[in-house]
């Protein structure tokens, strides 16, 4: 494995909303003259070397994806970072290395290194007339960044970016690496694991615990998805009356009697916004609906404040500065009129409507999930505080996901509403977010957070969030490292969550 010392001696995020201390950062690279798998093996021993040098020397150490989240969850406070990104070798599965008992199709699986983007897999498969089966909005995210921390899909039906993954092949010491597979659902072959030279663990809680964790499980080098054929998504935004109509279907999801722009079919992709400055005029109602694919279609394009149909908030929230306050309502208004201006009928694959890499302006984001039957009332709760604390200088968003298998996956519920709020990098948003979270305690309604997104948690919170699912997974997390390697691969931030638990 080729290892380059950059010497840095800090580290920002994608966002730039923190700088951390850090005692030196390695880019790491596969050796460019062995073949994939035997390229792919080599960066397995590196990884191991440097997990005994940091035993050695006593230093936590963590591999980045793309740095995406805004918390600290993929640092580590004066310990080394390992770059990932370039770690993008993928690997078709041949039928010798799956178990005849596999039920889905063989010729979807497609095996990804660490630091493949999650748009490299989607040009890459579309050349095999392929697709990932969701993303989130934006993804410049590394597909094993994006499964570690939860990230919500963008098809409720189908779930989040780590609902596809079906192995796992994670690094956990200097002398150890496993294979995950859940033992309900086992894949791959004794061929498979020879070809890795691992260990094979089938186990349904392990496999569960491990695919949302935040990198504290060891270093994962590299993963199973599974795939689908290369679909078309037809995509709509409108303008529709919040009214007791469109409040009965974002607590249901119940399309049989939906006026949408395919009448009451149930789409691919549902989201509301709600600009609480100019709701006299509407909700923005974007719904996208899955189609074969055909080589004939225009693609989207995106519109004149450059915004595509897939983008999310965080694509435009970024150029709302902490203003004034009366000048809130209207700066919103008009950067919000020119950014979610209304479409019809735009195709594009996954890979294209959902195809953000890029930031646009410094912003702040938290997102929760809650179960469909508290959505109307967490929008009331929004309302009033946003006329008590705010006013807050940004949009009320959601998406709605199925229920995750992960254990810490914070979709959490049956069919759980992501509530993102992504407004100005200020003070005065911070104070918002308090003020939403303390109000929901206060109420008790359930909700999740975003373990990547702007939070409040500690082990109180995320044992009420998770009940028993958080033994289950500080449980595994101490099955599967050793004394050594739990501490190598413990950051503050698990910490303080109180995750970090050696039992």
């Known amino acids: 494995m080729k290892k380059i010392k950059i010497g840095s001696k800090k580290w920002t995020n994608k966002h730039e909303t923190f700088t951390e201390k850090i005692k030196n950062m390695y880019v790491l690279g596969n050796e460019a003259d062995l073949d994939a798998l035997n390229g792919y093996n080599d960066t397995t021993k590196g990884f191991q070397q440097l997990i005994a040098e940091a035993i050695q020397t006593n230093t936590p150490f963590r591999a980045l994806g793309a740095g995406w989240s805004w918390t600290k969850i993929a640092t580590v406070s004066n310990g080394v970072m390992l770059d990932t990104k370039s770690l993008n070798t993928t690997l078709s599965i041949s039928q010798q290395s799956v178990l005849p008992t596999y039920t889905g199709d063989i010729s979807k699986l497609i095996f990804a290194q660490c630091g493949n983007g999650v748009w490299e897999l989607s040009q890459q498969l579309r050349q095999n007339k392929l697709s990932l089966k969701t993303s989130g909005a934006s993804n410049g995210q590394t597909i094993v960044g994006a499964m570690s921390t939860g990230a919500h899909g963008s098809a409720f039906d189908v779930g989040a970016v780590q609902d596809y993954i079906v192995g796992i092949h994670i690094i956990v010491s200097a002398t150890r690496h496993v294979w995950l597979q859940r033992q309900s659902a086992q894949v791959v072959s004794a061929s498979f694991i020879q070809k890795l030279n691992t260990v094979l663990l089938s186990d349904d809680d392990l496999f569960n615990a ?288 109180g995750l970090a638990k050696v039992l």
């Open 210 to 497: 491990a695919l949302v964790s935040f990198g504290s499980f060891g270093i994962i080098h590299g993963v199973i998805v599974e795939t689908e054929n290369l679909f078309l998504i037809e995509t709509y935004r409108r303008r529709m009356p919040y009214d007791d109509t469109l409040k009965t279907l974002m607590q249901t999801l119940d399309f049989s009697t939906a006026n949408l722009p395919c009448g009451n079919e149930r789409p691919f992709h549902f989201s509301v916004a709600i600009n609480p400055y100019d709701l006299k005029n509407g909700a923005y109602v974007s719904t996208f609906y899955k189609r074969p694919y055909r080589d004939d279609y225009i693609r989207a394009v995106p519109n004149d404040a450059g915004i595509g149909p897939g983008d999310d908030a965080p694509c435009f929230i970024g150029k709302v500065t902490d203003v004034v306050p009366a000048l809130v309502p209207t700066i919103v208004n008009k950067l919000i009129g020119s950014a979610m201006a209304p479409f019809e009928k735009q195709f594009g694959t996954l890979g294209e409507i959902f195809n953000n890499t890029d930031l646009h302006g410094k912003l702040l984001s938290a997102a929760i999930g809650i179960p469909l039957n508290q959505v109307n009332r967490v929008t009331e709760i929004l309302f009033e505080i946003n006329k008590s604390v705010g006013p807050f200088a940004g949009i009320f968003a959601y998406r709605f996901i199925k229920k995750s298998n992960a254990l810490l996956a914070f979709t959490h519920f049956d069919f759980t509403c992501i509530l993102e709020l992504d407004g100005a990098f200020s003070t005065a948003t911070q104070n918002f977010y308090t003020a939403v979270w303390n109000r929901l305690d206060a109420e008790q309604i359930p909700y999740t957070f975003h373990w990547g997104k702007m939070n409040a948690m500690n082990f109180d919170k995320i044992k009420i969030m998770y009940g028993n699912n958080v033994e289950t997974w500080i449980a595994a997390r101490n099955k599967l490292l050793d004394k050594d390697s739990l501490k190598v691969f413990t950051n503050p931030l698990l910490t303080q969550w």
